[in-house]
Each structure stands twice: as structure tokens, then as C-alpha cells.
């Protein structure tokens, strides 16, 4: 493996999205698995999210009802204020916020919301569990503008063989 893995990052997960996906579905989910928790590991501590935040900035997480009873108590706000002011709905049918950057999000990256995030912004990137394997779109996805889920495949790739 490279010395900087990280090094220009978004170019080499662009080239390798037909790898990745190949390796997805074909390697031992029970391999991939028992790597997966001191990857993850490494990868959190090669990467700071507050120094990306890419996340926040350019896409949304769902806000599932608990999310948002637990948000809008948070704000001081009736659920149907929180989403009226925060919120749209989504060609799936799940509630979003209604722009990029995410308005919790400040100009320092931190969340203004961070204890009562929605639990998709709580287990995102979703590298230290079985997600990773079971939906493939939403890795590679994640992998194109998450530096850590580009290195945990990365790393997969070579350790799981």
C-alpha cells in the first residue's frame, strides 16, 4: 500500500468504482466482517471529519420520526414547525433537508444539533458494520465522497483477498 492513501483520494475512487464494486460482491462477508473493526479504527484516526465534512455539505441524511421528536424538542420546536422550516420529502418518501449544506451544519463543520444527530448521521459512514456489505450502492456511493469509506475499502481490498 502507498505511503499517502489519501493523497488525491476522490480521483483514484472515481477510477476504481468498478473494482470496488467487483470486490463487494465477491468477497467472504465473514472475512470482510472480522477486518472491518480495526479498519474502521485506522481509517477514524487518518481522517478527520472535521476537516471534510463532506457529508453534511453536499448530501442528506433521513430524518426518521424519533429523529425528529428528538431534534425539534431539542430546537423548542413543534414537529411540524422543525419540518416545515428544515425539511422536504424525497423521491423515496423520506424526509431531508430541503438544501445543501445541511443548516446544522457551522462554518467550522461542527453540527449544532451533533447529540440529537439523526441516527443515519450517527452511523454514518457505516464502515464499522455489516452495511458495507449488504448495501453495495450506498458504499460505493459513500466511497466517492468519504475519505474514510475510500480507505476502508482500500484497505479491504488488500487484507481480504
Known amino acids: 500500500m ?8 476522490e480521483k483514484k475512487s472515481a477510477e476504481r468504482q468498478k473494482q470496488y464494486r467487483n470486490f463487494l460482491q465477491k468477497a467472504d462477508k465473514n472475512r470482510v466482517l472480522k477486518q472491518l473493526p480495526d ?6 484516526r487518518k481522517v478527520d471529519c472535521l ?12 430524518f426518521k420520526t424519533p429523529d425528529i421528536k428528538r431534534i425539534s424538542r431539542q430546537l423548542g420546536l413543534r414537529e411540524s414547525e422543525f419540518i416545515d422550516k428544515y ?6 418518501g423520506d424526509y431531508v ?3 445543501s449544506p445541511c443548516p446544522f451544519l457551522g462554518v467550522d463543520n461542527f453540527c449544532s444539533i451533533y447529540e440529537q444527530r439523526p441516527s443515519d448521521c450517527r452511523r ?9 456489505i449488504k448495501r453495495k450502492q450506498i458504499t460505493l456511493k459513500n466511497s466517492s465522497f468519504c475519505p474514510i469509506t475510500y480507505y476502508v475499502l482500500e484497505m479491504l481490498m488488500e487484507q481480504v483477498r
Open 87 to 92: 425539511l422536504r420529502v424525497d423521491e423515496d
Open 39 to 44: 479498519i474502521h479504527e485506522e481509517a477514524t
Open 51 to 62: 476537516q471534510c465534512a463532506n457529508c453534511c455539505k453536499n448530501y442528506s441524511p433521513r
Open 2 to 9: 502507498q505511503k499517502d492513501i489519501l493523497h488525491n483520494w
Open 124 to 132: 454514518f459512514p457505516y464502515t464499522d458494520e455489516d452495511v458495507i
Open 97 to 99: 433537508v430541503q438544501a
